[in-house]
């Protein structure tokens, strides 16, 4: 992406139920959903990838939703989030997370990781610094720790 040149890559998803609908240009992968591929490591209930225009075979965003208490969680770069709702956009590179809390554990070096919770986070893809923002039912807060003791 630094480079602005564009690169087919291998983008892998499983789950035990998927349908594709050409018309709409949307892929849908429910249960224990997973896709792996440059935009990191996504695990949910239920993936939506909506693909740009027939002819293009690029990705326009993903949509990932939890079910019960099964939470939706990114894996990218030195960052986990988890929460109940994700939207990424290809365009921009923005993962958007939202839940009940949303959580984050960020690698950052000797051992040590941040720890994030709040109502949301956005972060780009390859950033190290990302936003987490509060409500008033679940304010934003985040703490240093030893990554060993961060239960991932």
Request: charged share 25%; aromatic share 6%; net charge positive.
């Amino acid at each position: 992406s630094k480079s602005g040149q564009k690169k087919r890559t291998l983008t892998r998803g499983n789950a035990e139920s998927f349908v594709y609908d050409d018309a709409r240009r949307l892929a849908v992968y429910t249960t224990k959903a997973q896709i792996n591929g440059p935009q990191g490591d996504i695990a949910a209930h239920k993936i939506e990838l909506f693909l740009k225009p027939a002819g293009l075979n690029e990705l326009e965003r993903a949509e990932a939703y939890a079910k019960g208490p099964e939470m939706v969680v990114v894996k990218e770069g030195v960052r986990t989030a988890e929460g109940t709702h994700l939207t990424y956009t290809a365009a921009d590179e923005q993962y958007l997370m939202i839940g009940t809390p949303v959580r984050t554990v960020e690698e950052r070096g000797q051992g040590n990781c941040a720890v994030g919770t709040g109502a949301s986070v956005k972060f780009a893809r390859g950033a190290e610094q990302g936003t987490m923002d509060g409500n008033s039912i679940t304010p934003s807060r985040s703490e240093m720790k030893p990554c060993s003791s961060v239960k991932r």
